[in-house]
């Protein structure tokens, strides 16, 4: 009786062990699993994150199934009849891959002739699924005078421009990584909207002559204070004011949009192609370039204005250049935080680029205020 006890005692304890035991296995097993699981997931991020951060070489034969093409519709646009004259683009662009990208941004040189008439850069991200088509990507850019008179060169008698040449570079990005489309355009038969024809200045006298026949309508006569003499002088000494300090500043203004545009590409080159030394000499000649114009400008508020811009793009690109640094110290570490931390860069690069259209305006909005 007392062995028979024993024997249950002893078959319930090793069958409390043997339960034990294999909740044991079990719950081991699952922890494994949740570590290799967590493990896998952590590597196929960090390979995707590398994926997304690296260039696809050329010849893989995505990048020739990217169409970058002016628009079939009047694509190219010179205007000198606007108050500030100016060139526009329109671009299609056409998906014809597999995959679906993401169009990051495109850098621009435009030519008549020689040199380039305008260089720049269309920075509006938009997603391009498979067999996608974005139409009516524009591009637009003022002319300065040197830029307006080559085009003036250029133009034969009918105000139309025999060819105009672009040279572009598109980014996209892509699950499998970036892809980089290289493109020359030529484009003939521009017409320069503004630019006096023999034709319009043949027309000119006689449209005066028509103009001087017709007869003002009568208008009811209204009585208006007449100026005095003094007013009438301050009102001229004033304009005339107005005029000395617009031709002063003007090609100021010009030299100055110059070495904005200097420096932007010098942004250009540390972010897009990642040139650090070809960037630093072209910052130096942005600086060296803009630094005769410092006490011209300094001289006038709208000229020192330009000042206050120019230096807070100086220190922008201070700050892009480092965060840069940072940015390639993390990817030689393989951090997960690379990818977030290439968004953080890439939007310094944009307030950067964005810097040069504030100096533009300010040119544009002082100008017009002069009376220019």
Not at 9 to 31: E, F, M
Not at 57 to 80: A, Y
Request: without cysteine; glycine residues 6%.
């Amino acid at each position: 009786m007392q062995k028979g006890l024993l024997a249950i005692g002893g078959a319930v304890v090793v069958a409390v062990l043997v339960g034990l035991l294999r909740d044991a296995i079990l719950i081991g097993l699952r922890r494994g699993w949740l570590v290799v699981r967590s493990l896998r997931v952590r590597l196929a991020e960090r390979l995707s994150q590398r994926t997304r951060l690296r260039f696809v070489p050329s010849g893989t034969g995505i990048e020739q199934q990217i169409d970058v093409d002016l628009r079939p519709q009047s694509p190219v646009n010179i205007e000198f009849s606007t108050e500030i004259p100016q060139i526009s683009l329109w671009f299609n662009i056409t998906n014809r891959s597999g995959l679906d990208l993401i169009f990051d941004r495109m850098l621009i040189e435009f030519w008549v002739g020689q040199p380039t008439i305008y260089s720049g850069s269309i920075l509006r991200r938009f997603s391009l699924p498979a067999g996608g088509t974005e139409k009516d990507v524009y591009f637009p850019a003022h002319l300065a005078p040197p830029q307006q008179e080559q085009i003036r060169r250029r133009a034969n008698d009918k105000g139309l421009v025999d060819e105009v040449s672009i040279n572009l570079t598109a980014y996209f990005q892509s699950e499998r990584g970036w892809f980089e489309v290289r493109r020359h355009i030529n484009y003939r038969d521009v017409l320069v909207k503004g630019l006096p024809t023999p034709e319009t200045k043949a027309q000119l006298p006689v449209q005066q002559a028509q103009n001087r026949q017709v007869p003002a309508p009568p208008q009811q006569k209204q009585y208006h204070p007449q100026p005095t003499l003094d007013q009438i002088l301050a009102s001229i000494a004033a304009r005339q004011e107005r005029q000395r300090k617009a031709e002063r500043l003007r090609p100021l203004f010009t030299k100055a949009l110059a070495a904005q545009a200097m420096l932007i590409e010098a942004v250009n080159l540390l972010w897009v192609v990642r040139k650090q030394e070809e960037a630093l000499n072209k910052f130096n000649h942005a600086i060296a370039a803009f630094q005769p114009l410092r006490s011209p400008l300094s001289l006038d508020p709208e000229g020192e204005a330009l000042v206050k811009i120019f230096d807070k793009a100086l220190a922008e690109y201070g700050v892009l250049e480092a965060m840069i640094r940072n940015q390639e110290q993390l990817l030689a570490a393989h951090s997960s935080s690379a990818v977030e931390y290439a968004e953080r860069v890439e939007r310094q690069w944009k307030l950067t680029q964005a810097i040069e259209n504030e100096m533009k305006q300010t040119v544009q909005e002082t100008l017009k205020a002069l009376g220019e």
